[in-house]
């Protein structure tokens, strides 16, 4: 049975297990701090810390592993990215005291000291960007380095910046975008590939289906055109007879979550009726 590493706690953990529980593998363990869990029947769990994931997956102690694509590169180990969860997203960021004349990259003289808990994608951003700097490598908290006088600029984690802007400090740069990813060792050729195959299928199904609606609603036929504009569905909207006069008909489509708002009305300015949304649990084009 394949293993997958899932974070045990912290931002990952829950939306990992969410996913899982998405797509029909219901996670599950002895109890809440149970280390190991069964996906479905199909796949053990195995709850480690995040930053744990990429050694634990390269080294083969499990066969695929969710994590932050900032925790990969960290890792520096070679591990494959299967597919991006699109949770867990922030930014890994440069950022300057407030009150420092430090506005951008090309300000920065001398050899500034950069606190961070990721040395490695920070040497390696200055080091490509032509900028001598000292690593102070911390494991937590980078943001107080400035105010302690321990360091000069921070490379650290956002999201909304909230956390920058309390401790003072301005963003000037980006790092790298990062986002929950399935990553594995195994090789192409690998005879467990199949079944990882399977669920990197079954998790995509899950992505696509949470982004996008099902819609249904009642139009006037004299309408037709002008509806198959505003919803193109997968392959056009399906078109179903109602038993009246004829006047009307079912249009079902499957619609995108993010301008829904926009659809429903559309479709109500151009007479429909009975408009029905709907989630989709999985989405398999
Ligand atoms: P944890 O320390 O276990 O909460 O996990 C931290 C990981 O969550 C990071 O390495 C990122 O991959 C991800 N993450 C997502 N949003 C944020 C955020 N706003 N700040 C820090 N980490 C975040």
């Known amino acids: 049975m394949l293993r997958i590493a899932l974070p045990n706690k912290g931002r990952l953990a829950e939306d990992a297990r969410d996913l899982f529980n998405d797509a029909g593998l219901e996670v599950r363990g002895k109890g ?16 480690v810390r995040a930053a744990d994931i990429p050694e634990f997956v390269a080294d083969g102690a499990a066969q695929a592993g969710i994590t932050g694509v900032d925790l990969v590169n960290e890792s520096g ?44 994608i920070t040497a390696n951003f200055f080091a ?30 956002t999201s909304t ?3 920058l802007k309390v401790n003072g400090l301005l963003e000037v740069a980006t790092v790298l975008e990062s986002s929950a990813r399935l990553i594995t060792a195994l090789t192409t050729n690998d005879p467990r590939r199949t079944q990882l195959d399977e669920l990197v299928d079954a998790l995509a199904s899950v992505l696509r289906a949470r982004s996008r609606r099902y819609l249904m609603a009642n139009v006037p036929r004299a309408r ?18 109602i038993m009246d006069d004829g006047e009307m008909v079912a249009v079902h489509a499957v619609v995108s979550a993010a301008t829904i708002y926009r659809t429903v009305g559309q479709l109500k300015q151009l007479g429909g009726q009975g408009i029905l949304v709907t989630r989709i649990e999985r989405l398999m084009p």
């Open 224 to 241: 037709l055109a002008e509806v198959k504009a505003i919803l193109p569905g997968i392959s056009g909207p399906t078109i179903i007879d």
């Open 128 to 157: 490509a960007a032509g900028i001598p700097v000292e690593i102070v490598p911390v494991s937590g908290a980078a943001e107080i380095a400035p105010h302690l006088g321990i360091a000069d600029i921070v490379v650290d984690l």
């Open 32 to 47: 809440e701090r149970a280390l190991t869990a069964s996906l479905g029947g199909e796949f053990e769990a195995i709850f």
């Open 161 to 163: 910046g909230s956390t």
């Open 77 to 120: 180990r070679g591990v494959e990215e299967l597919l991006d969860l699109e949770f867990g997203r922030c930014r890994l960021v440069v950022a300057v005291r407030e009150e420092s004349r430090i506005k951008g990259l090309t300000d920065l003289h001398g050899k500034p000291r950069v606190a961070t808990v990721f040395p490695r």
